[in-house]
């Protein structure tokens, strides 16, 4: 650092000048007698202890302690010490260049001694304690009070961030908000520049602060606001707005880490700032159903794509189980497309709303649609889920094995040929259709 150079090239020129200042003074009898101290005061067993340091400042290396204590006149071995540390340490040390720095304040008042011992010590620099976090305490209430700490303020390193001395920004940095933590530590954190443009990955690029403390938090990431106040409050009032006319709301937004749970706040890897792929993510959570979707033999197509999106909003809805729109929750309902409206956004409403069909459905027998039969019922036909499963199952074409009727699980045994098939049913027995050679069903 800047300063610590000016400093030590201050040091230099004053340790001369005291050299010839010692040599010119130090004349008078009474004196003499102290003007070898090197040997007088540390080699009998008075003071030796007072060289018995790791550290030892340089004016005790080369044994001169007249240099701080001047001898008084007289033989009653008494010294003169200056009082104002700051003129003692100045005499040799130049203080440190002021212009453009801001002095912490026990240096700006002389209190040298606050840090450094005057003769030596067991810690680099002179300093009195160690870790340094001890000699701040000496002044400061202790930084750390919340859960959660920064690694560096933790290990008591503060003098990573703070300049002793004086520094160029407030509150004792050297560097301006971000460039502080990008500097230093997270580097990688910079704002990708491409073309001679930032690449604002999000809000790297913004001032840290504003989501980040320094020292410590109650929100992991060192978070100023548990991660939903800050995403909600801050930026994304849509979704806030969202969560609160929401009727059905996803678990996964209530916990602790809420939006922080699917999302990264500063890279971008897989889009939407997401952690993981959609359905990986997905799965980070919905870990049974991924057991039973593997070992399913049949997947509806945009679940065997991974696609969980494509029929689920991740936060939340106004329909049932976070789907995109309606479909009726049991098995019969009055026929009314737009109660279908989910599955007719994928596949066409022509399966269910002509009764007789060459094309639209291979659910017929002969031309006779027996969706049409079953589904389109002005008083309560059956539901696409009587039949089908959502994600998967084990019989062709999603047939559920069961059916939920209450607390009854109607089984549905289901035959697949190729130009039709058969069901067994807890609802009725056995019924064969064929759409090349139509069976005979009962008269409808
Ligand atoms: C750089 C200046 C400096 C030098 C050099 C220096 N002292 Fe001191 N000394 C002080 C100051 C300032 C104090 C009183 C403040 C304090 O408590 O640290 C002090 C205090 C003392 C004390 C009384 C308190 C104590 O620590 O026991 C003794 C004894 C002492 N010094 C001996 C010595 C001897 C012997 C030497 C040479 C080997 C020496 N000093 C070199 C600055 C110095
Ligand atoms: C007589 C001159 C002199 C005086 C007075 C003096 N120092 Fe020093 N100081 C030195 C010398 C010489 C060094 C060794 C420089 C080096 O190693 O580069 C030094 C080194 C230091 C160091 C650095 C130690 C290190 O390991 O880097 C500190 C801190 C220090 N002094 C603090 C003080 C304080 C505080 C005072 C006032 C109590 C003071 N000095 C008074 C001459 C002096
Ligand atoms: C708040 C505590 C504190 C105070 C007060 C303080 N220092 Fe320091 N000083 C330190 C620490 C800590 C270091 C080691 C710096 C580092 O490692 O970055 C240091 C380093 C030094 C050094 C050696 C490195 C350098 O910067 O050249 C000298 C010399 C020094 N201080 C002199 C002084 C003098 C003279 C005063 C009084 C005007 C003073 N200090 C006041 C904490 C303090
Ligand atoms: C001798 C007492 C003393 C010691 C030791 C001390 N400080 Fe300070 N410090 C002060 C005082 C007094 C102020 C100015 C008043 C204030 O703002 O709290 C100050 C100011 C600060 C500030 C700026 C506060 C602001 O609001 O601008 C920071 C940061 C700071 N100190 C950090 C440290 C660190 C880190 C250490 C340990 C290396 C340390 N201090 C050791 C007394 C001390
Ligand atoms: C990672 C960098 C970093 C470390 C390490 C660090 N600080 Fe700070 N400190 C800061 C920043 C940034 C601020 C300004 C924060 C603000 O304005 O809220 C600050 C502010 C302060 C203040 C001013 C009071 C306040 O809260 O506004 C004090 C005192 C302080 N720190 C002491 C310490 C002490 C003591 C340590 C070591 C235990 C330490 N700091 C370690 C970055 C750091
Ligand atoms: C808009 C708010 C916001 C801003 C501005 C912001 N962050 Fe973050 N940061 C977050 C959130 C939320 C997380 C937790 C989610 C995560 O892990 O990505 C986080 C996580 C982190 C992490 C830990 C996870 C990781 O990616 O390693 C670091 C380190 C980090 N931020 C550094 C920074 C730095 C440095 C800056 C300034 C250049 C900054 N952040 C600016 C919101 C922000
Ligand atoms: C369960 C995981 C999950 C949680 C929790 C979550 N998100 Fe999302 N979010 C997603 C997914 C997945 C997308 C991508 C949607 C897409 O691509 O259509 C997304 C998209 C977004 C978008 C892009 C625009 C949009 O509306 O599609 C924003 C903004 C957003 N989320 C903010 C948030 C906020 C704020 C929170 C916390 C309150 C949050 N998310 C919580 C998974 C989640
Ligand atoms: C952080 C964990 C987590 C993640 C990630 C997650 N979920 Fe959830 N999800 C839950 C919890 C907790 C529940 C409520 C308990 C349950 O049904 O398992 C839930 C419930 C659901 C429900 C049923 C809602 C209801 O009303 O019953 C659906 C549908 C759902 N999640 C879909 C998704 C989709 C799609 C994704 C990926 C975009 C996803 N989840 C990612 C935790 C998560
Ligand atoms: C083709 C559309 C579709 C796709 C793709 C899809 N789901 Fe679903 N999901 C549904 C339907 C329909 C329901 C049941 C709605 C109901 O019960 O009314 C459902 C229900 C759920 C439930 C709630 C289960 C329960 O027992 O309450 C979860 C959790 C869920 N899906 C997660 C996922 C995940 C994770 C993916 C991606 C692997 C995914 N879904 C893909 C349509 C789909
Ligand atoms: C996001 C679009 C989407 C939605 C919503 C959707 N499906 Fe599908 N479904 C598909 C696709 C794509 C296929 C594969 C079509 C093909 O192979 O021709 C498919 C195939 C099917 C199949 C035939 C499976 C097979 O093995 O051939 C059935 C049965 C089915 N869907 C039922 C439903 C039901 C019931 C709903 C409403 C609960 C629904 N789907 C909602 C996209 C969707
Ligand atoms: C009574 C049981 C039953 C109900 C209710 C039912 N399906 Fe089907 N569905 C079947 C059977 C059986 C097949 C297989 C036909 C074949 O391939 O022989 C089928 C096939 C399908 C197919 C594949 C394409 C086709 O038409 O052959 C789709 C898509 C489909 N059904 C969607 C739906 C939708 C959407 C609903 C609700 C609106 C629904 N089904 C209600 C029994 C049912």
């Known amino acids: 650092m800047a300063h610590k150079r000016m400093l030590g090239t201050g040091l230099m020129l004053s340790v001369l000048l005291c050299a010839v200042r010692l040599a010119t003074t130090a004349a008078a009898p009474e004196e003499q007698k102290h003007s070898d101290p090197s040997k007088s005061c540390v080699l009998g067993k008075c003071h030796a202890d007072i060289l018995k340091h790791k550290y030892l400042h340089g004016p005790l290396i080369v044994g001169q302690c007249t240099v701080c204590h001047a001898p008084l006149p007289g033989n009653q071995h008494k010294f003169r010490v200056e ?26 008042k002389g209190k040298c001694l606050k840090c450094h011992d005057s003769h030596g010590s067991e810690e680099p620099s002179m300093v009195r304690l160690s870790p340094q976090v001890k000699m701040c305490n000496d002044c400061h209430k202790p930084v750390l009070t919340r859960k959660y700490a920064h690694k560096p303020v933790a290990e008591g390193k503060c003098l990573s961030c703070h300049p002793a001395h004086g520094s160029r920004a407030k509150k004792l940095l050297d560097a301006l908000g971000s460039e502080q933590c990008l500097q230093q530590c997270h ?75 699917c999302h990264r706040a500063h890279d971008n890897k897989f889009g939407r700032l997401l952690r993981k792929p959609a359905t990986d993510l997905c799965f980070t959570c919905h870990d049974e159903l991924q057991t039973q979707l593997e070992t399913a033999k049949f997947k509806h197509r945009p679940v065997a794509d991974k696609s969980c999106l494509s029929c689920h909003v991740p936060h939340d809805s106004n329909y049932r189980k976070l789907l995109f729109t309606d479909y009726p929750s049991d098995i019969s309902s009055a026929y009314d497309p737009s109660n279908y409206a989910f599955c007719f956004s994928c596949h066409s409403e022509k399966i269910v709303s002509e009764r ?76 064969t259709y064929d759409r090349v050679k139509p069976a005979q069903l009962r008269a409808q």
């Open 356 to 431: 007789y069909t060459d094309t639209n459905t291979d659910f017929r027998n002969g031309r006779l649609n027996l969706h049409y039969l079953h589904v389109n019922k002005e008083n309560g036909g059956q539901t696409c889920r009587a039949c089908h499963g959502d994600h998967a199952g084990n019989q062709p074409k999603q047939i559920r094995d069961t059916t939920p009727l209450g607390s009854w699980k109607i089984p549905l045994r289901f035959k697949k040929s190729d130009t039709g098939g058969g069901c067994l049913a807890g609802c009725h027995s056995e019924y």
């Open 187 to 261: 580097e990688k954190m910079r704002p990708v520049v491409v073309a001679g443009k930032e690449q604002k990955l999000h809000l790297a690029s913004e001032d840290c602060s504003k989501c980040h403390r320094a020292h410590d938090s109650n929100y992991p990431s060192l978070l100023t606001r548990s991660p939903a106040e800050l995403c909600l409050d801050g930026c994304h009032k849509e979704i806030k707005e969202n969560r609160v006319s929401s009727e059905f709301k996803h678990d996964a937004m209530k916990k602790e880490l809420a939006c922080v749970e």
């Open 83 to 108: 009082q104002s540390a700051i003129k003692l340490c100045a005499a040799c040390h130049k203080r440190v260049d002021t212009t453009g720095y801001m002095l912490h304040d026990p240096v700006a």
